[in-house]
């Protein structure tokens, strides 16, 4: 690799080692704004232009490359390409991509208190329960999709997550997976592949489920690496749209949550206070995400994450209701700005 490649690759890492030590929130957040953000809207720019996931589709294409490589001409010595050099590349890329940006998030806000959750959670309770009423009427199995195709959907929760201006970059496209029903066997229900920038997910999981992870997805995609913080993104961006489906998917996605934090006592009491379609929406969710061997595999990637950017709790996940509910107590002080205001 030439030295005029490699003298930018150094510099980023000095960067990044420089900002993944300090104890500042701002100087990452400097870092990435320098170095991940470009980078990041690039990626995500270029596999926008194609309506399938790149990353999944390479898994087609690499082994017939490697198939092909003793049969390829072999080039002058030296004039190929070094193992050193293209590990150097890729961890510097993943430095940028995955490390960098996950530290990126503001001291956690102080923990809400039992009475303040429970309230908040039967808040949602009556949130869901209206927005219900709004919704087409259910065929089969809970609720309608709230859009007719994965390229509408997208369309719908970018255009809510721009509105909330809390995405460090602009979300674009999200897609649908060339493996459809595979994640459910896996208790995934979509994914956001750094190297190529494409938030994927898919689109046979429950309905009402689709919208809320499309735009936890898009909000990865946009830079915000928390699985807590990007549920709250997305809890925001949702419940603030026009869109009753999309509401309802925001009050839902957080009730769910918030429901998992309670004593067994008042879960059952809000659950019992449910409209049957939100119940058994909640309860194809749960379904959806057994606790099996690959979703104990997620939740040890998970928390090898959270040992990078320290702070969060198991899976970061139980950031996303403290969140949600921090925000609910702003806003009857009428704090416009709760989203920001919380920490």
């Known amino acids: 690799m030439k030295k005029t490649v490699l003298s930018p690759l150094i510099s980023a890492c000095i960067a990044l080692l420089v900002a993944g030590v300090s104890p500042s929130y701002r100087a990452v957040d400097a870092a990435c704004r320098i170095l991940s953000d470009p980078l990041r809207r690039l990626l995500a720019g270029i596999s926008s232009l194609f309506a399938f ?15 092909l490589l003793p049969f390829l001409p072999r080039r002058k010595k030296g004039a190929a ?25 503001a001291p956690s806000p102080e923990p809400v208190s039992e009475d303040d959750l429970t309230a908040f959670t039967v808040w949602l309770a009556e949130r869901a ?11 089969g199995k809970g609720t309608p999709p709230a859009r007719k195709s994965v390229n509408e959907l997208s369309d719908a929760v970018t255009d809510a997550l721009k509105k909330t201006g809390l995405c460090p970059t602009e979300p674009r496209r999200v897609k649908a997976t060339l493996f ?22 898919d689109p046979r999981a429950p309905a009402y489920t689709l919208p809320f992870t ?22 925001v961006a949702l419940t603030e749209s026009d869109d009753p489906a999309l509401r309802y998917a925001g009050w839902t996605g957080a009730l769910d949550a918030c429901l998992v934090c309670l004593p067994e006592k008042t879960r ?3 659950v019992s206070s449910l409209v049957s379609r939100v119940r ?11 606790n099996s061997d690959s979703a104990r595999a997620v939740e040890g990637c998970n928390a090898a994450a959270i040992r990078l950017r320290d702070g969060e ?9 403290r969140l949600c509910c921090r925000r609910y107590l702003a806003l009857p002080r009428g704090d416009q700005a709760a989203a920001r205001a919380i920490y």
């Open 280 to 290: 058994e929406d909640l309860r194809l969710y749960d379904l959806v995400l057994p």
């Open 214 to 235: 499309a735009a936890h997805e898009a909000a990865h995609q946009a830079g915000v690496l928390s699985e807590g913080l990007a549920s709250f993104v997305s809890y």
């Open 81 to 105: 390409l070094r193992l050193p050099s293209l590990a150097f590349a890729f961890c510097s890329l993943f430095l940028l991509l995955s490390v960098l940006p996950a530290r990126r998030i």
């Open 313 to 321: 709790t198991s899976r970061s996940y139980d950031l996303f209701p």
């Open 129 to 139: 329960n209206g927005e219900e009423a709004l919704l087409p009427p259910a065929k």
């Open 268 to 270: 059952n009491e809000i």
């Open 180 to 201: 459809p029903g595979s994640f459910r066997r896996s208790g995934l229900l979509g994914y956001q592949f750094a190297f190529t920038g494409e938030a994927v997910i």
């Open 53 to 67: 996931p790149v990353a999944e589709a390479a898994l087609f294409v690499f082994p017939a490359v490697l198939a």
